[in-house]
T-cell receptor, first 118, second 113 residues
Framework: GAVVSQHPSRVICKSGTSVKIECRSL??????MFWYRQFPKKSLMLMAT?????????EQGVEKDKFLINHASLTLSTLTVTSAHPEDSSFYIC??????????????FGPGTRLTVL | QQQVKQSPQSLIVQKGGISIINCAYE??????FPWYQQFPGKGPALLIA?????SEKKEGRFTISFNKSAKQFSLHIMDSQPGDSATYFC????????????FGTGTRLLVSP
């Protein structure tokens, strides 16, 4: 099956610092990657959609200057939380969808990154 | 119109019983309906998915029933096991644009031994 990895799995940082989270599709090429945020006991909230080589599309209410997304290749997308504050503490999850003609319907999710901002 | 309504919010089933989770949608632009299973501290894992041209899909102990006219679909877990205890999310995928997923609110399933 398709495997998506995330790194790091957990990160603790001080308020005001920036944190980068990597999302990789390990055994398939992902034309589209998605970034979600999940609060405890809540559903997944889509933050942004990124296509390889183009700018990310952010959902309404998501600050694009705070959550920088880069989709530099067909296997890697990064989310950088800039000037993190305690309210940014959350579980961040990425997903990836394949190249047209190869399992394009399904989003495969990474294991998530727990961000704690002190 | 973008919402997917999921019920129940939580569910307790005895081992060996049948777990049933229901979802409903309004937007006819949805054309792909996956179910995801999520354990605490982990990412969602695809369980089973269906398209609206099929009324039922079965994979092992998991079955999706789909009612296109009623815009409803459900997940049945047969012979539920304690290892099935997790949160289940239904989702619906748009057939336009980025084909984003819209998630239901989740159901926390507890299978008692």
């Amino acid at each position: 099956g398709a495997v998506v990895s995330q790194h790091p799995s957990r990160v603790i940082c001080k308020s005001g610092t920036s944190v980068k989270i990597e999302c990789r599709s390990l055994d398939f090429q992902a034309t589209t990657m998605f970034w979600y945020r999940q609060f405890p006991k809540k559903s997944l909230m889509l933050m942004a959609t990124s296509n390889e080589g183009s700018k990310a599309t952010y959902e309404q209410g998501v600050e694009k200057d705070k959550f920088l997304i880069n989709h530099a290749s067909l296997t890697l997308s990064t989310l950088t939380v800039t000037s993190a504050h305690p309210e940014d503490s959350s579980f961040y999850i990425c997903s990836a969808r394949g190249v047209p003609g190869v399992s394009t319907d399904t989003q495969y999710f990474g294991p998530g990154t727990r961000l704690t901002v002190l | 119109q973008q919402q997917v309504k999921q019920s129940p919010q939580s569910l307790i089933v005895q081992k060996g019983g049948i777990s049933i989770i229901n979802c409903a949608y309004e937007n006819t632009a949805f054309d792909y309906f996956p179910w995801y299973q999520q354990f605490p501290g982990k990412g969602p894992a695809l369980l089973i998915a269906i398209r609206p041209d099929v009324s039922e899909k079965k994979e092992g102990r998991f079955t999706i029933s789909f009612n296109k006219s009623a815009k409803q679909f459900s997940l049945h877990i047969m012979d539920s096991q304690p290892g099935d205890s997790a949160t289940y999310f239904c989702a619906a995928q748009m057939n336009t644009g980025f084909q984003k997923l819209v998630f239901g609110t989740g159901t926390r399933l507890l299978v008692s031994p």
